[in-house]
Nanobody
Framework: QVQLVESGGGFVQAGGSLRLSCAVS????????MGWFRQAPGKEREFVAA????????KYVDSVKGRFTLSRDNAKSTVYLQMNSLKPEDTAVYYC???????????????????WGQGTQVTVSS
């Protein structure tokens, strides 16, 4: 049973920073690509960022480029989303996701990722 457990969400003022973590168990971490999605109230789920199994390839939605950094520590089976210069529009529930296919994370025309975390709330006040 693959489990993804997010942590690090919270409340922060605009311009502040948070770091989200997602710990993976039940599967060899280096075999899965990892990603983050978010869903704001009344909006559809949105891709935020993804990182390949090796960590050599990353992809970000345009709205977070230059502010968010996704990294992974294969020895700790954990992926990190460093979020800087946060804006009120970043407020959402953030979900960690994993799949053996990177395209499942970055291409919304394909099958969604197989594995999901329970989500962590990020609230940015203006």
């Amino acid at each position: 049973q693959v489990q993804l457990v997010e942590s690090g969400g919270g409340f922060v003022q605009a311009g502040g920073s948070l770091r989200l973590s997602c710990a993976v168990s039940g599967r060899t971490f280096s075999t899965v690509n990892m990603g983050w999605f978010r869903q704001a109230p009344g909006k559809e789920r949105e891709f935020v960022a993804a990182i390949s199994r090796s960590g050599l390839r990353t992809k970000y939605v345009d709205s977070v480029k230059g502010r968010f950094t996704l990294s992974r520590d294969n020895a700790k089976s954990t992926v990190y989303l460093q979020m800087n210069s946060l804006k009120p529009e970043d407020t959402a529930v953030y979900y960690c996701a994993a799949d053996t296919s990177l395209y499942a994370l970055i291409d919304d025309t394909t099958t969604p990722p197989h594995y999901w975390g329970q989500g962590t709330q990020v609230t940015v006040s203006s």
